[in-house]
């Protein structure tokens, strides 16, 4: 049975403890954390001494646990040196999720966009694109298996790694045991029309037993991203297909107020079966 959770950041707050009691209070079992959240930068180049134990001592009081930390910079920026920049912030983030209470760093693979790391650009499906990530992952696994952590890749329409089979591709090409899926049913789905069912079940045959996370956001027709139970997405079939591949980790939603927060845990509630 999976544990229902939510973006951390849903809530407002600069402290683990006000943001775990919130999620708590709302119906959620775990957060995908931010450090944004201790009112740090997401991708700071150093952490605070005491704010790991903060976060765990929170964690254990609201019994809120910390199921993955969000690692995300542009893995393919055109500039080598924000990349670089990105990859040296991955690694703080690396040596202190432990410390968080988590072993899973979630990653965005990036886009040309030099300005939005979530806007797709047409060099994205240019060989170099393709070349770039390659180099990027293998430094990131590396990173990874030095301390122990979990990398979860996340396909997305915009980025380089815009589908299930790209997603299939880059755990073949980098054969690291580190590198993990997470997987969003409304990454997947671009129009009302899909077949969502052999959508989602061809993707859980391609990644299987590499999804360690599923996130559960919504869209309505037009492709505006909107509170899961309020858009085309099919929940029912998509959670079918992660439990016929034996999928029990986490399910995360995002892309909702916080005011929508309860609402939304009750309607997944109903439809995980957590």
Not at 60 to 89: E, F, K, W
Not at 140 to 166: F, K, M, Q
Not at 264 to 272: D, E, G, H, P
Request: overall charge negative; glycine content about 8%; aromatic content about 6%.
């Amino acid at each position: 049975m999976s544990r229902l959770g939510i973006f951390a950041k849903t809530f407002p707050g600069t402290t683990a403890e006000a943001v775990l009691t919130a999620a708590r209070d709302a119906g959620y079992g775990c957060v995908q954390f931010n450090l944004a959240c201790c009112g740090l930068p997401s991708m700071p180049d150093d952490v605070p001494t005491g704010t790991a134990a903060a976060i765990v001592a929170a964690s254990a009081r609201t019994g809120v646990a910390i199921a993955g930390l969000s690692g995300t910079y542009n893995m393919i920026h055109p500039d080598p040196a924000v990349r670089a920049q990105g990859l040296r912030r991955l690694e703080v983030l690396l040596s202190e999720a432990r410390a968080m209470g988590t072993s899973l760093v979630t990653l965005c693979t990036g886009t040309r966009d030099p300005e939005d790391q979530w806007r797709h650009h047409p060099d994205n499906d240019m060989p170099a694109a393709w070349a770039d990530l390659l180099t990027e992952t293998e430094k990131a696994a590396a990173l990874a298996e030095r301390y122990g952590i979990d990398l979860g890749i996340e396909p997305e329409h915009a980025n380089v790694v815009s589908s299930a089979a790209h997603a299939a591709r880059l755990l073949r090409e980098v054969p690291s045991p580190r590198l993990k899926i997470v997987l969003d049913p409304a990454n997947m789905v671009e129009a009302a029309d899909t077949d969502q069912p052999r959508l989602y079940a061809e993707a859980c045959d391609l990644l299987g037993d590499r999804i360690v996370m599923a996130h559960a956001k919504d869209r309505d027709a037009t492709g505006a991203v909107v509170p899961a139970g309020r858009g085309m997405i099919d929940f029912g079939a998509f959670f079918a297909q992660l439990a016929r591949v034996g999928f029990v980790g986490p399910v995360v939603t995002h892309g909702l107020a916080a005011t929508e927060a309860a609402p939304v845990a009750r309607f997944l509630r109903q439809t995980v079966g957590s």
